[in-house]
């Protein structure tokens, strides 16, 4: 009865171990000689033993099954055997057996880990000292965003290339040298004791592992991962609206835009669900939900009345804001987008969103509107990766930083851009996560790097107490955005309650235009934009739908 009750409880353990892989895809090669199965028979004189530690094993017969999956053997054949699993089965699923890069040795470059591929990471690769740094960027794309044209790829001014800029050619050393890096996959876990770095990546069964998890040990590590959009904890948005901070973001808004109009001209459909289909909402008032509406009055204006008539006049743009949109800019320059806006034929509503269903947006006083294409722009706020640190935090649930971008807890640690905000008792304010921001901090910890690598400060737990220069001033140089119609607003204020130059129409436009065109990373991309927007003015906007 004893032996017999220790083999059931031997068999329910190593079947829990083991059952939490039986419905995932085979990680491991078939093949594979470091899983066995082993067979024990019990001897009274070591059944107090812990079986799954083996201290007492007399015999064992091994058998070799051509796929990890260990319970390929019945378990109705043995009833009073216990299947065991050896050590590296086990650790493997660990953090510290995970392969991946080793600690510099003495006599190498120091590593720089970057975490991130938006503006103030690429604005940090691009001005690294890589004769004295080695550098590993590990990102879930291999590009950086120029994120003030995005909403221009929507509807067709731009190409989705112009907008995109691959990081090999920001930072030539991760294409080139021997120990710099490009790692497209997304960090999972920092060790700032150990000074490594946990990642996965999904693979699509095309290595061992799904996911593929590795780790990175750095001499210093740079957390530049960005914000994701805000949803406030409403339900249906996260299911039915689309966001505007990635590339693929802009090509799934502009198939489905394509689509809705085909679509309604269909046979067959009421006039109803004609209207809804047509119906393009955009939720929030800032810069990007502004530019996105501008770009879109636009598009129907010249494009869609010209090559859809028979629906022209039942396409219609709403913008739901629950306060004042451009609340950042000059009042005058409010006032003009407001009625620029509405004379292109973009509706300007007032609401709070409550739900957001497949087909409408419930608002808060119980309105209900109908839609087609709904896209999201509320702000951003810190990310799930970011929450998960055990980090410092400002204000804003953002990783807390002193006033030369290093996180005071943690020795080695850096974070810039959306992610990184300052803490309370450095006294200054959480910045706006704006382009111009994160550029601008990229570009301090460029140098605050080059005085480092000068006091030979490199490698991990050497830059203590270290002379670092004086910490980060911002200076805000003014804001932007496009209304559509070659209209603009130019707001140069350095603050919202400051005095300062305001523009407002054909001017400011030509100035968005060129200032933005100087902005462009590289070459090739300015003659990317430079040439999308000729074509776009002679040719009009493409409407080829493809994917």
């Not at 200054?428 to 382009?435: E, G, Q, T």
């Not at 462009?520 to 000729?534: D, E, H, L, P």
Request: charged content about 25%.
């Amino acid at each position: 009865m004893v032996l017999s009750r220790i083999a059931t409880n031997g068999l329910r353990r190593s079947g829990s171990t083991f059952n939490k892989h039986s419905h995932q895809k085979n990680p491991y090669p078939q093949g594979a000689s470091t899983y066995k199965s082993f067979i024990q028979s019990f001897n009274p004189a070591t059944t107090n033993a812990y079986v799954l530690n083996l201290p007492h094993i007399q015999r064992v017969d091994p058998m070799t099954f051509w796929s990890r999956g260990i319970s390929t053997t019945p378990q109705r054949q043995f009833p009073s055997a216990e299947r065991v699993v050896e050590e590296s089965d086990l650790e493997c699923h660990e953090p510290s057996f995970w392969p991946g890069l080793e600690a510099t040795k003495p006599g190498e470059k120091p590593r720089v880990v970057v975490l991130g591929t938006g503006w103030a990471s690429c604005r940090f690769l691009k001005g690294l000292d890589t004769k004295v740094y080695d550098v590993v960027c590990i990102s879930p794309r291999n590009h950086m965003v120029f994120t003030p044209l995005l909403a221009s790829t929507c509807v067709g001014t731009l190409e989705f290339r112009s907008v995109a800029e691959p990081i090999s050619m920001i930072q030539t050393a991760l294409a080139k040298d021997p120990n710099s890096y490009f790692y497209l996959a997304s960090c999972s876990g920092v060790d700032t004791n150990k000074h490594e770095v946990f990642c996965e990546t999904v693979n699509h069964g095309e290595l061992p592992h799904e996911p593929y998890q590795f780790r990175v040990a750095y001499d210093k590590l740079v957390i530049a991962v960005g914000a994701e959009p805000l949803t406030f904890g409403i339900k249906g948005v996260k299911e039915h609206a689309f966001f505007l901070r990635e590339v693929n973001h802009a090509q799934e808004i502009r198939k489905k835009l394509l689509l809705n109009l085909m679509l309604s001209e269909k046979p067959g459909i009421s006039d109803e669900e004609k209207k809804r289909l047509l119906h393009c909402v955009v939720i929030g008032g800032g810069p990007t939900g502004v530019e996105f509406s501008g770009e879109l009055s636009d598009f129907i204006i010249r494009d869609v009345r010209d090559r859809y008539a028979h629906i022209k006049d039942d396409i219609k743009v709403t913008l739901i804001e629950a306060n004042e949109i451009l609340s950042s800019f000059d009042f005058g320059l409010q006032t003009y987008a407001t009625k620029h806006l509405t004379k292109c034929g973009v509706r300007l509503m007032r609401g709070v969103v409550k739900e957001v269903l497949h087909d409408k947006i419930v608002l808060s006083d119980g309105t209900d509107v109908p839609y087609g294409l709904l896209v999201w722009s509320t702000g951003v706020g810190p990310s799930e990766f970011v929450k998960s640190l055990d980090l410092p935090k400002a204000p804003g649930g953002r990783i807390g930083v002193d006033g030369w971008m290093r996180v005071p807890s943690v020795e080695d640690v850096f974070a810039v851009g959306d992610c990184a905000g300052f803490l309370e008792q450095t006294g200054k304010p959480v910045l706006p996560a704006l382009a111009q921001v994160a550029e601008r901090e990229g570009k301090y910890l460029v140098e605050l790097f080059d005085r480092i690598g000068k006091q030979n400060g490199g490698k991990a737990w050497s830059a203590k107490d270290m002379s670092l220069g004086d910490p980060f001033v911002y200076k805000h140089l003014g804001s932007m955005a496009t209304v559509g119609r070659y209209k603009a607003l130019v707001d140069l204020r350095q603050s919202k309650d400051a005095r300062g130059i305001s523009l407002a129409g054909f001017l400011s436009w030509f100035i968005w235009r060129s200032a933005y065109l100087t902005r462009v990373i590289s070459w090739r991309n300015r003659f990317y934009v430079a040439v999308n927007w000729a074509t776009t003015l002679v040719f009009g906007r493409d409407n080829s739908r493809i994917g």
